[in-house]
């Protein structure tokens, strides 16, 4: 997905280890978001940026972490991975105005054994 | 809390079928209610629907809100194999708010 770069796509971890998942984007965009997408769940907010320096917490933000010292960029951080964390991760970012729709990436699959 | 329900979960269809996807929700202070195509990967934006009765319409796919009601539909006409995807259904609510509230999804099959 143009505009999004989401990296690694694929990631298996064991419980108690940490990683982060990398997001950036080159349109300028000041909204950044995470998701993550579980069967039968849809796609849940976890934290959210409205610019640089500026985050908060979204629906599920437990056991994650993230900053914001970039426009372009925002890592989600895992400290200490569980089996429930076990999930699809989207990143998303939005344009200035109130009509613009989200755009994601093509996000990350993680396991945690 | 605010709240996205879509109907049906699954659907499997012939090629050449029309479809109706329906999203229905409740939310405190609304704003705009979004379509979104998930293939294997990114959810893809359709549409964005802020105001009643105006259809909003791209090739074969085509939708409508209505705000009285709280609901939106999402139809597809003369389906193809290339249509087979989740359809989400999201809201934008809140003043000041940039964060979308997700309904579960459609899961479209579309057999030859």
């Known amino acids: 997905n143009a505009g999004v770069t989401q990296t690694p796509k694929f990631q298996v971890l064991k419980t108690g280890q940490s990683m982060t998942l990398q997001c950036a984007q080159d349109?300028?965009?000041?909204?950044m978001s995470w998701y993550r997408q579980d069967p039968g769940m849809g796609l849940r907010l976890i934290h959210y940026?409205?610019?640089?320096?500026?985050?908060d917490q979204g629906e599920v933000p437990n056991g994650y972490n993230v900053s914001r010292s970039t426009t372009e960029d925002f890592p989600l951080r895992l400290l200490s991975a569980a089996p429930s964390q076990t999930s699809v991760y989207f990143c998303?970012?939005?344009?200035?105005?109130?009509?613009?729709?989200?755009?994601f990436g093509d996000g990350t699959r993680l396991s945690i054994l | 809390e605010d709240k996205v329900v879509q109907s049906p979960l699954s659907l499997v269809v012939h090629e050449g079928d029309t479809v109706t996807l329906n999203c229905s929700y409740e939310?405190?202070?609304?704003?705009?209610l979004l379509w979104y195509k998930q293939e294997k990967k990114a959810p893809t934006f359709l549409f964005m629907l802020?105001?009643?009765?105006i259809e909003k319409k791209s090739g074969r796919l085509s939708s409508i809100l209505d705000k009285k009601e709280l609901f939106s539909i999402l139809n597809i006409t003369a389906t193809q194999t290339g249509d087979s995807a989740v359809y989400l259904c999201?809201?934008?609510?809140?003043?000041?708010?940039?964060?979308?509230?997700f309904g579960k999804g459609t899961k479209l099959s579309v057999i030859p």
């Open positions: 939310v405190t202070n609304f704003r705009s």
């Open positions: 999201a809201l934008y609510s809140g003043a000041g708010s940039y964060q979308l509230t």
């Open positions: 802020t105001s009643s009765g």
């Open positions: 349109m300028n965009h000041e909204y």
């Open positions: 940026s409205v610019g640089a320096g500026i985050t």
């Open positions: 998303a970012t939005k344009g200035g105005g109130r009509g613009q729709p989200q755009h």
